[in-house]
């Protein structure tokens, strides 16, 4: 089989996608052409050039071995995000359920090529979590692979994420790369709003009529009614909003139209007029993904459970080792490399954000039956709507979070922020959760020695311990940590 060809057929997918050329010569000619590169491909091929590697398993192997590699962070991302896009584009040219092989004719490259290159602006390319992380880590930002794929299913089982955390941890980065990396036009699909502390009511977010003119309608600066009108407009399309310290205000005040459309369906009504600049309503359209980001200390408010009943609350925790490779590895960010990178998925993220899901495995029945009861007795227990979120998040997150990781994470972010209280409140449903999430046979006090082995929720538990420290020591927590 002639490399050069498959070589050209990449390059044509590549630029039919929207590739900037200095991105394509990265991918077609200087990743694969490094040294260190070269010599990961031939351990795992038995080829000296990538583009005789033709069976996209392969290619995933050589992925996988580029990352374990140590080069510079920088550059590791972005040799792996170059091969993950090869991997893509050989999975993409299957035919009839065989991949190419060296055995094969010229015209298996002739067919693919006329399928790649007739493909439509209606085609729908699918969705990779595998891709996205690519993507985001070649830019130089420090993130686990876990949180990045808690964000998207978290945005797919409800356009709704909190992220929670220390301040400076990187939350609002997340934001903007997830939120870019899926847009094709970032300045018409992204908006990103600084909350500002003196907020009490909806214009900051929606406008307002103006009082002296009867036929006009005064658009926020911020940019948020925009881009809910764009994304009515354009509905296979995600458009993200992005709201940068949301508790600096009491959010019910700015932010109640906003919660009460997510769960009627119901447009969110902006004035009387028929004949004005702007439409009487405007749809939550279902593509609009809304991500705030929130910091705990003495100038916040705390959110009430209305809020965080409605969303994903993704806390941030910046781990030993990971401080210590951003102190040893302190690179340049290239926050450039993820702009659109994956914006020819993003219909079928928003695909997949429609969808319909219900929970059909009968362990995590059992799993948040036994939550439910014991929530209960502080009355925190959830509702249907919880349990629907939680399904959604399930089917997206399982078989790709290891073992009992998808519903670990489930409870972290949609049962525990609800807990708040005293210590008489809190102490007794704390000890009770403690218990559920150990695993069988196991029974470890609550002030015992945390050891992750121990659970089969390891992260809900840690997070159950912390907030029972707390409470003891200062007769009052909640989930929220400064």
């Not at 065989?98 to 290159?117: D, G, L, R, V």
């Not at 007739?118 to 390319?125: A, E, G, L, P, R």
């Not at 458009?239 to 447009?267: H, K, Q, T």
């Not at 399930?394 to 489930?410: P, R, V």
């Amino acid at each position: 089989m002639d490399s050069i060809k498959t070589k050209q057929l990449f390059i044509e997918y590549l630029k039919q996608r929207g590739k900037k050329e200095r991105t394509i010569k990265a991918y077609s000619e200087t990743v694969p052409n490094k040294s260190e590169v070269k010599a990961i491909i031939k351990s795992c091929s038995n080829h000296d050039d990538l583009f005789e590697v033709l069976h996209p398993d392969i290619v995933s192997e050589i992925v996988e071995k580029i990352k374990e590699q140590e080069f510079d962070i920088v550059g590791n991302r972005m040799y792996s995000a170059a091969i993950s896009q090869y991997q893509f584009f050989l999975s993409q040219t299957k035919i009839d359920g065989h991949y190419t092989s060296s055995t094969q004719s010229n015209n298996y490259f002739k067919e693919a090529h006329n399928i790649i290159m007739s493909k439509t602006n209606n085609d729908i390319q699918l969705f990779s979590i595998n891709i996205i992380i690519e993507s985001l880590l070649s830019t130089g930002l420090i993130y686990s692979e876990t949180l990045i794929k808690r964000l998207a299913y978290s945005l797919m089982a409800k356009p709704f994420v909190i992220l929670s955390g220390l301040a400076g941890s990187g939350k609002t980065q997340l934001a903007l790369a997830f939120a870019k990396c899926l847009s094709e036009n970032i300045k018409e699909q992204v908006c990103s709003v600084s909350i500002g502390a003196d907020w009490t009511n909806r214009e900051p977010l929606l406008g307002y009529p103006n009082a002296l003119k009867n036929d006009e309608y005064v658009l926020p600066e911020s940019g948020v009614l925009q881009l809910l009108m764009r994304a009515n407009e354009d509905q296979s399309k995600p458009y993200f909003l992005i709201l940068d310290e949301m508790n600096l205000s009491v959010v019910e005040r700015y932010f109640a139209d906003f919660l009460s459309a997510m769960e009627s369906g119901e447009p969110i009504k902006l004035w009387d007029n028929e004949k004005g600049n702007v439409p009487k309503v405007v749809e939550l359209s279902k593509n609009v993904f809304i991500i705030g980001t929130i910091n705990v200390d003495e100038t916040t408010y705390m959110f009430s459970p209305k809020v965080l009943d409605r969303a994903n609350v993704i806390e941030f925790k910046i781990a030993p080792d990971e401080m210590a490779k951003y102190l040893n590895e302190t690179k340049d960010i290239h926050l450039e490399n993820a702009y659109s990178a994956c914006a020819d998925m993003a219909a079928d993220f928003v695909n997949k954000a429609k969808s319909q899901i219900q929970i059909d495995n009968a362990d995590e029945k059992s799993v948040l039956l036994s939550f439910f009861t014991e929530l209960k007795k502080v009355n925190a227990e959830f509702g249907y709507r919880t349990v629907n979120e939680i399904s959604r998040y399930l089917h997206f997150a399982e078989g790709d979070l290891e073992n009992n990781a998808a519903i670990d994470t489930a409870i972290l972010q949609k049962l525990l922020p609800k807990l708040h209280g005293s210590r008489k409140k809190l102490v007794p449903v704390l000890t009770s959760l403690w218990q559920l999430c150990q695993k069988n046979g196991i029974s470890k006090e609550i002030d015992a020695e945390f050891n992750a082995t121990d659970f089969k929720y390891p992260e809900s538990a840690e997070k159950i311990q912390r907030m029972y420290h707390a409470v003891v020591d200062n007769g009052f927590t909640s989930f929220a940590e400064a």
